[in-house]
């Protein structure tokens, strides 16, 4: 299986074209404003009718209202919306008939508590994205978490892996898990917010070698 790669934070064209030339599948736009990764929706929509056709969009939302919700899928026109904040299975099911893109539910993950809830997300998300559990910001910490918890799921929605991932341990990461797909903010900056073109081809490339 061809691992799938999504560089998260994106804010300019730079990043996001060094994303796509270096072999991501995906790419992240944060739309919240306390992050240091924040982009407004006329940024974000700016960044997607400009992504090359080899990238999927992907916009983070958390806890936004259904109103709020639709005007910036409606604005952005993502791929995907991932949903980083404590929306529940009920919301992802009742919004996902109704929009034009897929679903993507982010969890925290500290035990295997999680992993049973996770599969109350079936017939609501089409991914989950396993990440360290919210600190600070409710992702983009730059924290791992203990991978091997993840020997215990064996839900049906295919998952991806986030939280600390960088250069030197992506590989190890895909070598030690079933994830679909890696997921990095923090391991491909300079400092928050401020994106490392070398960092992203350096995962990239690390990545795609496992
Ligand atoms: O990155 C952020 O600032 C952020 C803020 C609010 C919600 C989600 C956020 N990021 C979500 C992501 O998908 C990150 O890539 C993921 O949490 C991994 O981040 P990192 O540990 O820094 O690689």
Not at 3 to 12: F, L, M, P, V
Not at 16 to 45: C, F, K, N, W
Not at 133 to 146: C, E, M, R, W, Y
Not at 178 to 197: N, R
Request: aromatic residues 4%; glycine residues 8%; negative net charge.
């Amino acid at each position: 299986m061809t691992i799938q790669i999504k560089i998260c934070g994106i804010r300019d064209e730079a990043a996001m074209d060094a994303a796509a030339e270096a072999g991501a599948t995906h790419i992240g736009l944060v739309h919240y404003e306390p992050s240091p990764r924040h982009v407004t929706l006329d940024q974000a929509a700016k960044l997607r009718m400009r992504a090359p056709s080899s990238l999927e969009v992907v916009l983070l939302l958390v806890n936004q209202q259904p109103k709020e919700t639709a005007t910036a899928i409606d604005t952005v026109k993502p791929d995907i919306v991932q949903f980083h904040g404590l929306e529940a299975p009920q919301w992802l099911q009742a919004l996902r008939p109704h929009v034009p893109c897929r679903l993507w539910k982010a969890l925290g993950l500290s035990s295997a508590d999680t992993l049973e809830r996770a599969k109350a997300y079936e017939g609501g998300a089409d991914m989950l994205l396993f990440d360290a559990p919210a600190k600070k910001l409710p992702g983009g910490n730059g924290v791992t978490f203990d991978h091997s918890l993840l020997a215990g799921y064996d839900g049906a929605i295919p998952y991806g892996l986030a939280g600390g991932l960088d250069p030197d341990n992506v590989a190890q990461a895909i070598r030690d898990t079933d994830a679909v797909l890696v997921d990095t903010s923090s391991g491909t900056e300079s400092e928050p917010g401020v994106k490392d073109l070398d960092k992203i081809r350096a995962f990239c490339k690390a990545a795609r070698a496992a």
